[in-house]
């Protein structure tokens, strides 16, 4: 590397340890919330090279689609800041094209085609990247439904790839149904294989992306676009360096030269078939390590179209060994090192896709640890609720920044609650427990494909009043406060 002239410092280079971060062993595989993939070392240097100079942007993305079309055999190819903000950078370029008053205009879609296609059984929480441009998204299940969503205001068909399986329209009809009414598709295939030739191009998909840090281990915050040249020009004019509601979905220099290394690396540089087999032996070792503990099993499941990589489910019976599959992926994931990995149903889940060398000997010992020598569960004392919550209930949620009020009709049975939930936007249902003077109930809120476990636990203070913790999920937590504002009628 060849660090500026121009300026220079004395201070080191922060590290995770001086920031008191710990480092964790992922198993569960490529999540943005766990920093998706470790760079692969020519996208690494490609980075650093490309950090030494000073480019023009509009040039570099001419030049590096012109490779992605000779390395794909895609017609053009661009680099996003992400597989999300080429949802964006689509869905306003299917809308506004490349007309720079319709472009500024955007979230604001007057006179434009504004509506985009998608199976219900397609959306998911990603749709936000397309509903914020201003476009509205029109759901169909059937080829009826289909046939009669296409309008003049249809703006582009959604494809979530990574859902393929839950189709309830095959996905090459719903890519030929766009030919024939000359609407364009874009499928979201982030945490695919980009491989050549590219499946949904050749069922005439006319644009698809990928994630740049998933299975390409390119930098964590790039993405992959292939597909039809003007389409992709225009999505690129919609995002930055141009002044377009894509601005602040920036590529750098770095970025863009190190996913096409990671592409280059992908299509000619790395072993596949090495790969998989050091997955499998990573499972093994796992397995090994835990598989004559008392009521364990281990089976192997292979992949569907996304995530594609075997993984390995652990599951044992608690009653033998005395612990819950929840606490034993709490424990790992509190441990030292943190070690990640999927909960489910009777168990725990490994996937090796983002596993180093060695990890797989210290997640056996601790996996087998967590599982052995557990002291008998004392029986839990089922305790009588100490009042009748049944009633209509305000609460006041308080967040990082902001307030909500809200409120809830609860009906008891014994240390049941279920009810009716009402927001400032929806009304839904709830469910929970009382046990003593702990309370416990969650529900869900949100728009559309984007929503939200709203989980309360806390204690009755009285007759009148309760309060707690309140978990959002990925958005954090906060706290609550409820004021009982009347009984249900007998």
């Known amino acids: 590397?060849?660090?500026?002239?121009?300026?220079?410092?004395?201070?080191?280079?922060p590290t995770f340890a001086d920031l008191g971060v710990r480092p964790l062993i992922n198993c569960m595989g490529t999540y943005t919330i766990l920093s998706g993939s470790r760079l692969i070392g020519p996208a690494a240097e490609a980075m650093v090279e490309a950090s030494n100079h000073?480019?023009?942007?509009?040039?570099?993305?001419?030049?590096?689609?012109?490779?992605?079309?000779?390395?794909?055999?895609?017609?053009?190819g661009y680099i996003t800041c992400g597989c999300a903000a080429a949802l964006t950078q689509i869905a306003a370029a299917a809308m506004a094209g490349a007309d720079p008053e319709k472009m500024v205009r955007l979230p604001d879609t007057t006179g434009m085609k504004d509506e985009i296609i998608v199976q219900k059984a397609h959306r998911n929480a990603y749709d936000y990247a397309m509903r914020m441009t201003g476009a509205q998204m029109v759901e169909v299940e059937t080829r009826a439904d289909l046939k009669a969503a296409i309008s003049e205001r249809t703006a582009l068909f959604l494809i979530t790839g990574d859902l393929e399986e839950r189709s309830t329209i095959p996905i090459p009809e719903m890519i030929q149904a766009g030919?024939?009414?000359?609407?364009p598709s874009f499928v979201d295939a982030a945490a695919q294989r980009p491989d050549v030739p590219n499946r949904y191009l050749q069922m005439g998909a006319d644009a698809v992306g990928y994630s740049g840090g998933k299975c390409l281990r390119g930098p964590q915050s790039s993405g992959l676009v292939l597909g039809r040249k003007d389409l992709l020009k225009a999505a690129f004019l919609n995002g930055a360096p141009h002044h377009a509601l894509g601005r602040p979905m920036k590529a750098g220099k770095e970025e863009v030269m190190g996913l096409l290394a990671a592409v280059e690396a992908w299509i000619r540089g790395r072993d596949h078939e090495a790969e998989w087999d050091m997955w499998e032996g990573y499972l093994n070792r796992i397995r090994s390590a835990v598989a004559d503990l008392p009521s364990v099993t281990c089976r192997t499941e292979e992949p569907g179209v996304a995530n594609v990589a075997p993984t390995l489910v652990i599951s044992w019976d608690p009653r033998v060994l005395n612990v819950d599959p929840e606490e034993a992926h709490t424990e790992l994931f509190e441990g030292d090192p943190p070690i990640a990995m999927h909960l489910v149903a009777h168990g725990l889940r490994v996937m090796p896709y983002m596993m180093e060398k060695g990890d797989a000997e210290i997640v056996g010992q601790r996996?087998?640890?967590?599982?052995?020598?557990?002291?008998?569960?004392?029986?839990?004392?089922?305790?009588?609720?100490?009042?009748?919550?049944?009633?209509?209930?305000?609460?006041?949620?308080?967040?990082?920044?902001?307030?909500s009020r809200h409120s809830v009709t609860l009906e008891q049975e014994?240390?049941?609650?279920?009810?009716?939930?009402?927001?400032?936007?929806?009304?839904?249902?709830?469910?929970?427990?009382?046990?003593?003077?702990?309370i416990s109930f969650?529900?869900?809120?949100?728009?559309?494909?984007?929503?939200?476990?709203?989980?309360?636990?806390?204690?009755?203070?009285?007759?009148?009043?309760?309060?707690?913790?309140?978990d959002l999920g990925e958005f954090g937590e906060g706290t609550w406060r409820a004021e009982r504002i009347g009984s249900l009628l007998p």
């Open 442 to 470: 969650s529900t869900v809120l949100g728009c559309q494909a984007n929503k939200t476990t709203y989980t309360y636990t806390g204690t009755v203070e009285d007759e009148q009043t309760m309060s707690g913790q309140l």
């Open 414 to 438: 014994g240390t049941e609650l279920t009810g009716d939930y009402r927001s400032q936007y929806s009304r839904t249902n709830v469910q929970g427990s009382i046990k003593g003077d702990e």
């Open 54 to 76: 000073y480019v023009h942007m509009d040039k570099l993305m001419e030049k590096v689609g012109q490779r992605l079309a000779q390395l794909t055999g895609a017609e053009w």
């Open 179 to 183: 030919k024939r009414y000359g609407i």
């Open 367 to 403: 996996l087998r640890q967590v599982l052995s020598d557990r002291p008998p569960r004392e029986p839990e004392e089922e305790k009588a609720p100490v009042t009748d919550l049944s009633g209509v209930w305000h609460i006041e949620a308080e967040y990082a920044l902001g307030k």
């Open 1 to 13: 590397m060849s660090p500026s002239t121009s300026t220079t410092a004395t201070t080191s280079a």
